[in-house]
């Protein structure tokens, strides 16, 4: 699945498709990465990245390439995964207070291919699989300090509509 013909999306030679087996490890990298960048935001909110990270990480998407209402997408140029979006389609959430909708879990582009398009082809291309498995809304939640990301979100028409808040129980809290 191409979020548009190679060469013709703005960026040039970049294709959207999902991921296959052999891109588990590059996506894993990409994965430890993200978990590294979240723990960098807020250490007392997100999970340090550890050495197997990566390999946890692919070891996991392993398992979910062939669900059904599970998307991976790679964005690929000239055999190198660029970056990778995670997305699924769930049910009613009674703890969120929502109805069915997909999920964008995950949404990353390697730092070194940032500000060329590939996190929008990538949103775009989800947002479409998520279409096809039929979500009718797509929800997702960003970090507070990941305003980069936030911009990209607004500028594909999402709005916020929860916030979440966090307070330390081990005297941490001020």
């Known amino acids: 699945m191409s979020a ?28 430890a990465m993200l978990v590294r960048m979240h723990h960098g ?7 340090a990245a550890t050495p197997e990270t990566g ?24 055999g190198e995964v ?3 979006t995670f997305a699924g389609v769930e049910g009613n ?13 995950d949404i990353v582009v390697d730092p070194a291919h940032r500000g060329q398009g590939i996190g929008r082809m990538l949103l775009d291309a989800t947002l479409a699989a998520l279409r096809a498995r039929g979500a009718p809304r797509v929800v997702l939640s960003t970090a507070e300090r990941n305003e980069s990301a936030q911009r990209l979100f607004a500028r594909a028409g999402f709005r916020r509509t929860m916030i979440e808040m966090t307070r330390e129980l081990d005297g941490g809290a001020s």
């Open 4 to 31: 548009a013909p190679p060469g013709r999306s703005g960026v040039p030679d970049v294709v959207i498709r999902p991921a296959v087996p052999a891109d588990l490890p590059a996506v894993g990298r990409l994965g």
């Open 93 to 105: 959430d009674y703890m969120a207070l929502r109805g069915p909708a997909g999920v964008l879990y």
């Open 82 to 84: 660029l970056g990778y």
């Open 55 to 78: 390999h946890l990480y692919a070891s996991f998407f392993a398992t979910q390439l062939a669900e059904p209402d599970v998307a991976i997408l790679v964005a690929e140029r000239g």
């Open 41 to 47: 935001f807020d250490p007392q909110r997100f999970i």
